[in-house]
């Protein structure tokens, strides 16, 4: 079975400190992303990266970096939390588009639930 | 740019009514997929479908069925004989190959049993 695990489901932090959100995934897909979502918005693109140490900003990168030092892991930083990054963050990963009928399919996470008080 | 319009913020129907999810995606390509996916009370999404906008042929698995009409950029889902199984947030998203994706704002449908 396809798999994208995200290391925390809850997460309670202070403003101003620097949050790692991990990912992994072990379907050896080349894209993996990170979607935050709100009520009422929907999921938003936040950073997504076609390849190891490759990553290009999303609809909202502002306040986020990320890193992908390993094919199978991407993970999404806060460098100083604030209150308004209180939010689901879902993490997804798809095969290239040239590798198959569910290319570019996303398969996600269950998701991370920040709260930056 | 991409948008994603779901007519529909929240539906509630009684079980085993048909119900019916609109979508609608604007672009400039001319090449895009569009997709359906479900988020049960658990959280994770879910893919459903995954339409090429090349292919405007309708889709059913078994109570789902899929309607895409590139004129009017539409890309409806329907349930039929709905069941309180159903009940989630259902998102249409769109977007190019790369798997970069557009998300509406998502449906919340409540069946009542």
């Known amino acids: 079975d396809v798999k994208v695990t995200q290391s925390s489901r809850y997460l309670v932090k202070r403003t101003g400190e620097k949050v790692f959100l991990e990912c992994v995934q072990d379907m050896d897909h080349e894209n993996m992303f990170w979607y935050r979502q709100d009520p009422g918005l929907g999921l938003r693109l936040i950073y997504f990266?076609?390849?190891?140490?490759?990553?290009e900003k999303g609809d909202i990168p502002e306040g986020y970096s990320v890193s992908r030092e390993k094919k199978e892991r991407f993970s999404l930083i806060l460098e100083s939390a604030s209150t308004n990054q209180t939010s689901m963050y879902l993490c997804?990963?798809?095969?290239?588009?040239?590798?198959?009928?569910?290319?570019?399919?996303?398969?996600f996470g269950a998701g991370s639930r920040l709260t930056v008080l | 740019a991409q948008k994603v319009t779901q007519a529909q913020t929240e539906i509630s129907v009684v079980e085993k009514e048909d119900v019916t999810l609109d979508c609608v995606y604007e672009t400039r390509d001319t090449t895009y997929y569009l997709f359906w996916y479900k988020q049960p009370p658990s959280g994770e999404l879910v893919f459903l479908i995954r339409?090429?906008?090349?292919?405007?042929q309708n889709e059913i698995s078994g109570r789902y069925s899929w309607n895409f009409q590139k004129s009017t950029s539409s890309f409806n889902f329907t349930i039929t004989a709905s069941q309180v199984v159903d009940s989630a947030v259902y998102f249409c998203?769109?977007?190019?190959?790369?798997?970069?994706?557009?998300f509406g704002q998502g449906t919340i449908l409540t069946v009542h049993p």
């Open positions: 339409r090429n906008s090349f292919d405007e």
């Open positions: 990266s076609y390849d190891v140490k490759m990553k």
């Open positions: 998203a769109g977007g190019t190959s790369y798997g970069k994706l557009t």
């Open positions: 997804a990963s798809s095969l290239w588009i040239v590798r198959g009928r569910e290319a570019n399919v996303l398969t």
